[in-house]
């Protein structure tokens, strides 16, 4: 397997400085919120990661049409790379944003529609590695894993607008608000839109990282049906 | 693997024009299953039983009152019908499978997506067989009347988006080394919109609300059905390629 | 009114963020190293079944 391009060097770094930066800004730059103290600023890297999430998931969906319509498996790697850091990072956004809610309303889940469709699509995304395990031949695997990509890119938004309406009609007594609510000042949006930047940075180099890494296991894989023959 | 061309084949079907061909298909896999139901009922009453007795538990797990017991109505039965529906699937897909029955359907000279629709009017005469003999049973028990019309349709629209996206599925899962448990994982989350959609429209009409009320969510299931028949449609060739 | 304190939080929160991240990172970096190794030990075996 070919060794890292020097882009990807740069990029290694780059991110890691950036997310250096967009912490101390969060940190220091960001003012103190009055209502909930200290753990609003966890909100930054709240949005930040659910960004990245988001751009997985897009990136997931087109793929899959992508590779349906080419039957390119070069496109299959893109998707679950799209997949698997898509999860990571939904993990990530919905942590945080338990950690806010618990201070911030009391409890530590509420049920507010984009937190509850991040949940579902963490389970779509999980029943797709499982689907992707049960089965041996890579092409029909590929196939598959498209197609079931592909349903959850249509169900997920539904399911979003269908919990969106769920909400309104039916206000939960026990959860609070969203982060809709928030008054932010210019510092605050500016430390928030920073943060998307940097870790759509970070997207770009974990994608390209995983992408290669699954370049690399098609290839032993190969190597290893060759071998046993 | 390609189709084969309607000229090499000699079948009855070659003398006709195509679109009788495909419906005629449709209906003869549907019928296919239907036909081999009625006379080994192995299938429903499995899914009826174990219907019941998902009625039941739901009596003993949650102990309600008369008051409580109209509230949860809507919600009851839908997970009832979720999981018969998945036993359902499951056989379905089972039986073409080990009977190789798909290879042989796969060598027909007619779409791919015929084998789609086919499947998915039988699996969906069956969910609706279950619904019928479930609600019924589920009044008596429970002393609420489930005779509402818009109850009646939105169980039916709700069961549409469930099969139609529950069959594509489990032809996947079926091939897969997993099989019968990856079903469920595979459809619960997809088939959520239908689940919500269908527990607050049930609820509406069995509450008697206002149709502006109930409106949304009949509206979130026709779009699902339309979306998820059309793509499945579209999509079912690649998940029974060889 | 008093600004309540949620500090622990805070810190709680980008402590998960990093253990996450560094948990991937790592994952990624391991699964790289098996491949690795699996590569290597793969070739020699082409290698003795050819002589």
Redesign the interface.
């Known amino acids: 397997m070919s060794p890292q391009p020097r882009v990807l060097k740069v990029l290694n770094v780059l991110s890691a400085l950036l997310v250096l930066v967009a912490f101390l800004m969060a940190m220091f730059y960001a003012p103190l919120e009055k209502v909930m103290g200290e753990v609003q600023r966890v909100f930054y890297f709240h949005v930040a990661t659910a960004w990245v999430g988001m751009l997985g998931f897009i990136a997931a969906a087109v793929v899959a049409v992508i590779f349906l319509r080419t039957q390119d498996l070069k496109w299959d790697v893109i998707g679950l790379a799209a997949v698997e850091i898509s999860l990571v990072f939904f993990l990530v956004a919905i942590v945080l944003g338990s950690i806010w809610a618990r201070p911030a309303w009391g409890t530590w889940w509420t049920w507010e529609p984009r937190l509850t469709t991040a949940a579902i699509l963490e389970m779509v995304y999980l029943a797709y590695l499982l689907l992707r395990q049960g089965i041996e031949d890579p092409d029909r695997r590929a196939r598959f894993g498209a197609v079931y990509t592909l349903l959850g890119g249509l169900s997920v938004p539904l399911t979003f607008i269908s919990i969106r309406i769920f909400r309104t009609i039916h206000p939960v007594v026990i959860g609070g608000g969203g982060s809709e609510k928030m008054g932010m000042t210019g510092s605050m949006v500016a430390t928030m839109l920073f943060s998307i930047a940097v870790f759509s940075i970070v997207f770009v180099t974990l994608f390209w990282h995983r992408i290669r890494l699954g370049q690399f296991s098609d290839k032993v894989e190969q190597l290893k049906l060759k071998v046993t023959q | 693997m390609d189709k084969l061309p309607l000229t090499t084949l000699r079948t009855p079907f070659t003398n006709q024009r195509p679109q009788s061909n495909y419906l005629r298909a449709v209906l003869a896999i549907a019928w296919k299953d239907l036909a081999a139901e009625l006379r080994s009922r192995e299938l429903l009453s499995s899914m009826l039983v174990f219907s019941l007795l998902v009625i039941l538990i739901f009596y003993f797990a949650l102990e309600l009152d008369v008051k409580a017991r109209e509230g949860i109505t809507a919600g009851a039965l839908w997970v009832t019908f979720a999981f018969a529906g998945t036993l359902g699937l499951n056989r379905s897909m089972a039986v073409e499978k080990d009977r190789g029955c798909l290879d042989g359907l796969l060598l027909a000279p007619v779409d791919r997506s015929a084998i789609y629709f086919g499947k998915a009017i039988s699996n969906l005469a069956f969910m609706l067989i279950v619904e019928a003999v479930v609600l019924p049973v589920y009044s008596v028990m429970y002393n609420i009347n489930l005779f509402n019309l818009g109850l009646i349709g939105v169980t039916l629209l709700g069961s549409v988006g469930y099969i139609a996206v529950g069959t594509l599925l489990a032809a996947m899962s079926v091939q897969t080394r997993t099989r019968d448990v990856l079903l469920p994982i595979l459809l619960f989350p997809l088939v959520i919109p239908v689940l919500v959609a269908a527990v607050k429209a049930s609820s509406g009409f069995l509450l008697a609300l206002e149709m502006s009320e109930i409106l949304p969510w009949l509206n979130i299931l026709i779009v699902y059905d339309v979306i998820f028949i059309a793509v499945a449609f579209m999509v079912f060739d690649y998940v029974v390629e060889e | 009114?008093d600004?309540?304190?949620?500090?622990n939080?805070?810190v709680?929160?980008?402590v998960?963020?990093a253990v996450?991240?560094l948990v991937?990172?790592s994952s990624?970096v391991s699964?790289?190293n098996n491949?690795?190794l699996?590569?290597q030990m793969?070739?020699e075996?082409?290698i003795n079944?050819h002589k």
């Open positions: 009114m600004i309540p304190n949620t500090f939080y805070m709680g929160g980008y998960v963020f996450v991240m991937y990172i990624l699964r790289w491949l690795k699996e590569q793969l070739e075996s082409e079944s």
